[in-house]
């Protein structure tokens, strides 16, 4: 028996989140020789993630550096990969979504005319500076790829208008929701004093995270003062901000937001507990791009702050609403989900269209399709 061997490259927490049920899959395929490559462009938070799992890497490259750009991240990643690639000779490279890695993974491939599949492919937000690196970063990889795992129809029909071939398109969900439902528990119990001390069930909790370039200085400041003026106004409210570790983030929250009783600035926290945070928080505001697919599994409202995203299906869902950047907005949609009671409901009700926790096993299809291994393309995934 013929046995292809795929390699998963990835780098960040975000992308080992992602790839990490998908590589858990491939393990128990026979069909499958899995080989784990992580170029560490996130260290720390990388490993907690391959711990959790239980990922052990073939190769690590171990990039990371103090201070490191994006100039940095590329070449290191693309000089390393170059090496493995060669001497593994794999049949296939997996890559995920849009990272600085994905990338340098495609291209490393590329330069090797090794075939490459992109999971979570086909997003756009359509502003190339917005998500920054990323938006250009998914565009790239979409050009590479030979096939591409889209989570659903929307990032289906981008590709197709970009002209990617139809045969090659498999519409999956998210692997991010079969991450997550394996990872939320209902009696998990927090290793945080901070949060072991919040009465989930009687209180209010708002969960707020933001760190992307594209918001940092006066945009961050709105949204903290935004903060503020919940706190001010509302006492049934606590406000959870594990503070990215950013040294501009980090200055501007603790120069803000800190002093004030019912808002409580934490360290970053593991998937584990984040995850589990998610799903006992009463509303969610935030700008990363992960949570909006995985906040609606958990049947959480998400308020995005920006003033675009890549992902509309979850606005078109009703999931999601966008609150951009300025304090107003962001207070005034967040007042009416504390206090109009529909309007939450309706939010919280809407059916989650990135996936059913089968995202994984549908790429696994994908791969024996195009193997030759299965002879009939399998179903797009529909949420509806």
């Not at 493995?84 to 890695?101: Q, R």
């Not at 808002?263 to 992960?290: R, V």
């Amino acid at each position: 028996m013929t046995t292809f061997r795929i390699m998963s490259i990835f780098g960040t927490r975000p992308e080992a989140i992602k790839m990490a049920p998908l590589v858990n899959t491939l393990e128990k395929e026979a069909d499958f020789e899995n080989i784990v490559v992580v170029t560490a462009q996130h260290r720390e938070m990388l490993d907690q993630v391959l711990n959790l799992f239980n990922i052990m890497p073939d190769h690590d490259l171990n990039i990371m550096q103090p201070g490191q750009t994006l100039y940095d991240i590329t070449c290191r990643s693309l000089k390393g990969l170059e090496k493995i690639l060669k001497k593994e000779k794999p049949d296939l490279v997996l890559v995920h979504g849009d990272t600085t890695t994905t990338l340098a993974g495609s291209l490393a491939a590329y330069y090797q005319q090794i075939p490459v599949g992109h999971v979570e492919a086909g997003l756009r937000s359509g502003n190339i500076y917005s998500p920054f690196p990323e938006e250009l970063n998914r565009k790239l990889t979409g050009g590479i790829a030979t096939l591409h795992f889209a989570p659903t129809f929307t990032a289906k029909n981008n590709l197709l208008s970009e002209g990617a071939c139809e045969k090659n398109i498999f519409v999956t969900g998210n692997t991010v929701i079969d991450a997550l439902l394996k990872t939320v528990k209902a009696d998990y119990k927090f290793n945080d004093i901070k949060l072991d001390n919040i009465d989930f069930a009687k209180k209010k909790v708002l969960l707020v995270t933001t760190h992307r370039r594209e918001n940092l200085g006066e945009p961050m400041e709105n949204i903290f003062k935004a903060l503020v003026k919940l706190h001010e106004e509302f006492t049934e409210i606590e406000i959870i901000f594990p503070v990215h570790k950013n040294p501009v983030v980090r200055n501007l929250a603790h120069r803000v937001l800190s002093g004030y009783n019912r808002i409580h600035l934490i360290e970053p926290l593991d998937y584990e507990p984040f995850a589990n945070l998610m799903a006992k928080s009463y509303l969610i505001l935030t700008d990363s791009g992960g949570i909006q697919e995985e906040a609606p599994a958990l049947g959480k409202p998400v308020l995005v702050l920006r003033e675009n995203t890549e992902r509309p299906e979850a606005v078109e869902a009703g999931t999601v609403k966008l609150a951009g950047i300025q304090c107003e907005n962001i207070h005034k949609i967040t007042r009416e989900l504390l206090t109009n009671q529909d309007f939450y409901g309706r939010m919280e009700k809407a059916v989650n269209p990135y996936g059913d926790g089968n995202a994984c096993h549908r790429i696994v299809n994908g791969l024996k399709y195009y193997f030759g291994i299965i002879y009939e393309k399998p179903e797009d995934w529909k949420y509806m």
